[in-house]
């Protein structure tokens, strides 16, 4: 890898058109490891869920999903009321 990065940097460019296909061929090679790159971010993180088949899958899908949407909800309540006074932290209730 350093060969080549050695050899770039002291490629000698003798006209402007020897610039310019130069500057083209960095290019292509940008745009190619660019789609590369994408193509491998697609695999790793859009992967498409698989759809329920039967029933069953339906419903186990939809009471998973029901699930976590009370989960948040439970949480988001029982975060108000520990915050709702304000500064909590700092304020700290003590029995006596």
């Known amino acids: 890898m350093q060969n080549q990065e050695e050899q770039t940097n002291s490629k ?11 500057k083209m061929e960095l290019r292509k090679k940008i745009e190619t490891e660019e789609s590369n790159i994408a193509s491998l971010w697609n ?5 498409e869920e698989e759809v329920p088949k039967t029933k069953g899958q339906k419903l186990a899908k939809m009471l ?18 520990r ?14």
């Open 12 to 22: 000698t460019f003798r006209s402007l058109s020897d610039i310019r296909e130069y």
């Open 64 to 81: 998973s999903l029901g699930t976590g949407v009370f989960d948040g909800v439970m949480l988001g309540w029982k975060l108000y009321r």
């Open 43 to 47: 695999e790793l993180f859009h992967k």
């Open 83 to 96: 915050f709702r006074s304000g500064n909590s932290f700092i304020k700290s209730k003590r029995k006596k």
